[in-house]
């Protein structure tokens, strides 16, 4: 026995479904932006090095992908070299200073900018 679907519930189907539709077309511009506001005001070195994290996810699901022989810093040139600045080598080379403790008091002057310019550079590569 069928049952008849009542015009409110296939508006609401049809409307559900082409939000899923746009979400899923502007899913990496919905991320960036969302990372823009999560890291706005990177201050401590505990929020930078979730940031850097977040950056290497948000590099790996836009196409950006790590090679398994690659080291950080390398990876960060060639990120680089594709999108003709040093802002990721140096957030790299900041994070690993962290990292391996060769400092830990703060992190530098215009981390920040550093890392909202990485995130419109990779914004301008995704929306071409």
């Given amino acids: 026995m069928l049952m008849e679907l009542s015009p409110v519930l296939i508006g609401l189907i049809s409307v559900m479904l082409l939000g899923g539709i746009i979400v899923f077309f502007l899913r990496e511009r919905i991320i960036i932006n969302w990372m823009k506001r999560k890291h706005q005001n990177i ?27 690659e080291t950080l810093s390398e990876y960060a040139n060639r990120i680089d070299q594709r999108l003709d600045n040093e802002n990721f080598t140096r957030l790299t080379r900041q994070y690993e200073d962290l990292y391996y403790g060769k400092e830990r008091s703060s992190i530098t002057d215009g981390t920040n900018e550093q890392y909202h310019q990485l995130l419109r550079d990779v914004h301008s590569r995704i929306a071409r």
């Avoid at 401590?44 to 090679?67: D, H, M, V």
């Fill in 43 to 69: 201050q401590s070195t505990e929020q930078f090095q979730r940031a850097y994290l977040s950056l290497l996810w948000l590099l790996k699901f836009t196409g950006f992908k790590r090679n398994k022989y």
